[in-house]
């Protein structure tokens, strides 16, 4: 068998093996990328931003029909089955390319986006309403208090109303006598929430990027093997993968 074959071949049939754990790998991706979006929804104000997380899923859901596909193409040598197997590997792979080019553009709005939306969430702020919650996730999962630093609470509402003092999310881990007043400051998180939020927000989103990027390398490598033996199957009767 022609090398070349036999190398496009083995390439088709290891792409196919592998669409599911790449299906099941951006699933679990995109579920976490927007898990992540959720669990600080009210901060983030352009809800389209989980667009490339729901790409991301729609793109793992077709991969698993598609290994199906060319394990089935492969294996019954079929011309048909391939040529198939080639388009839905270039919707899968133009789909990858669209969220990256949309991860790039809200990567580069994250931060807009996040210090209006916190300013006006943290205003509101009263202990018990939807935002307070909120707020009080925010600042004890993150470690962090106010927008930019702890000073921030100053200028809230609540914290005039309660004896000039932040809310106990602000206090340190295990520091049991936090009372949220800042004379004890070495009680309380003074680092602000809108960076340590912004960071982790970016993190997730390079991160799913990275593997999206890693998928369509791999894509490309698929519709080249399939060019290879489409080319050399003109010339040549197509050859068992066996033979």
């Not at 070349?4 to 196919?16: A, M």
């Not at 596909?69 to 492969?74: H, K, N, S």
């Not at 070495?186 to 602000?192: M, R, S, V």
Request: overall charge neutral.
């Amino acid at each position: 068998m022609d090398c070349g074959i036999l190398t496009s071949k083995t390439v088709l049939l290891f792409l196919s093996l592998i669409f599911w754990a790449a299906g099941a790998a951006l699933a679990y991706v995109g579920s976490y990328v927007i898990k992540s979006y959720n669990s600080f929804e009210d901060f983030v104000s352009d809800k389209y931003s989980v667009i490339p997380a729901a790409i991301i899923i729609g793109v793992a859901v077709v991969m698993f029909v598609i290994g199906i596909v060319g394990c089935c193409a492969t294996l019954r040598e079929s011309k048909v089955g391939l040529g198939f197997f080639l388009i839905l590997i270039m919707i899968i792979f133009a789909a990858e390319v669209t969220a990256l080019v949309f991860g790039f553009i809200y990567k580069g709005r994250i931060k807009g986006d996040l210090e209006k939306s916190m300013n006006s969430v943290f205003q509101v702020y009263d202990g018990v309403n939807t935002e307070s919650h909120a707020v009080d996730y925010l600042q004890s999962q993150l470690e962090c208090c106010g927008v930019n630093n702890i000073t921030d609470w100053t200028a809230i509402p609540w914290y005039g109303q309660h004896n000039n003092s932040v809310p106990h999310s602000c206090c340190k881990a295990n520091a049991t006598q936090c009372t949220g007043q800042l004379t004890r400051l070495d009680l309380l998180n003074t680092q602000g929430c809108e960076a340590k939020l912004e960071q982790m927000l970016q993190d997730v989103l390079s991160y799913a990027m990275l593997v999206i990027l890693g998928f369509a390398i791999i894509k490309l490598f698929g519709m080249l093997s399939i060019c290879v033996i489409t080319c050399r199957s003109k010339r040549n009767d197509y050859q068992p993968l066996y033979a």
